[in-house]
T-cell receptor, first 111, second 113 residues
Framework: GQNIDQPTEMTATEGAIVQINCTYQ??????LFWYQQHAGEAPTFLSY????GLEEKGRFSSFLSRSKGYSYLLLKELQMKDSASYLC????????????FGAGTRLFVKA | DSGVTQTPKHLITATGQRVTLRCSPR?????VYWYQQSLDQGLQFLIQ???????AKGNILERFSAQQFPDLHSELNLSSLELGDSALYFC????????????FGPGTRLTVT
């Protein structure tokens, strides 16, 4: 079956760096996305990896290793507003494209 | 604001009833996706349409159906509602057939009593 694992919760301090890991076991891998979701709101797109390596976008970076089925999202210079859930999502090519989401990692940023 | 609109924002209805949720994608986007998010659960993919045609299907119940119209807006129909159908229903859109990033609407919160 298709499976995505990420930690349920993490806590970090304002100004620090935090790494949120994601492992996946899927067939037909086509790309990996990270989304941010504040409670009760819509997910918003953060990053996209299709090839191995690091993609950097301001305070956010995302890494992918396809051979290991592993990705991480790195958040630098944490701010209180970064407290949210971070969703790892994998797009599969199953004839049509289908995106499956992990359950999300709830990040708490403390002062 | 993602540019994706969903109506209504909130819906309260009784078990056994039928409701229709509506979504308008971002201008220029051809794909529409529907997701269900129950309390403390992840996003569950329901179904995707591309330019009016069904492209991919997730764990969508037989009581649920969807369509995409020629003007590209989409509707999700939920019938014979049960208490367990209470959830946030998100619509998302993308410009392509499903390879790229998706832009999510604000969601419809459905409460079944």
């Amino acid at each position: 079956g298709q499976n995505i694992d990420q930690p349920t919760e993490m806590t970090a301090t304002e100004g620090a760096i935090v790494q949120i890991n994601c492992t996946y076991q899927t067939s037909g891998f086509n790309g990996l996305f990270w989304y941010q979701q504040h409670a009760g709101e819509a997910p918003t797109f953060l990053s996209y990896n299709v090839l191995d390596g690091l993609e950097e976008k301001g305070r956010f970076s995302s890494f992918l290793s396809r051979s290991k089925g592993y990705s991480y999202l790195l958040l630098k210079e944490l701010q209180m507003k970064d407290s949210a859930s971070y969703l790892c999502a994998v797009t599969l090519n199953t004839g049509g494209f289908k995106t499956i989401f992990g359950a999300g990692t709830r990040l708490f940023v403390k002062a | 604001d993602s540019g994706v609109t969903q109506t209504p924002k909130h819906l309260i209805t009784a078990t056994g009833q039928r409701v229709t949720l509506r979504c308008s994608p971002r201008s220029g986007d051809l794909s529409v996706y529907w997701y269900q998010q129950s309390l403390d659960q992840g996003l569950q993919f329901l179904i995707q349409y591309y330019n009016g045609e069904e492209r991919a299907k997730g764990n969508i119940l037989e009581r649920f159906s969807a369509q995409q119209f020629p003007d590209l807006h989409s509707e999700l129909n939920l019938s014979s509602l049960e208490l367990g159908d209470s959830a946030l229903y998100f619509c998302a859109s993308s410009v392509d057939r499903g390879r790229g990033e998706q832009y999510f609407g604000p969601g419809t919160r459905l409460t079944v009593t």
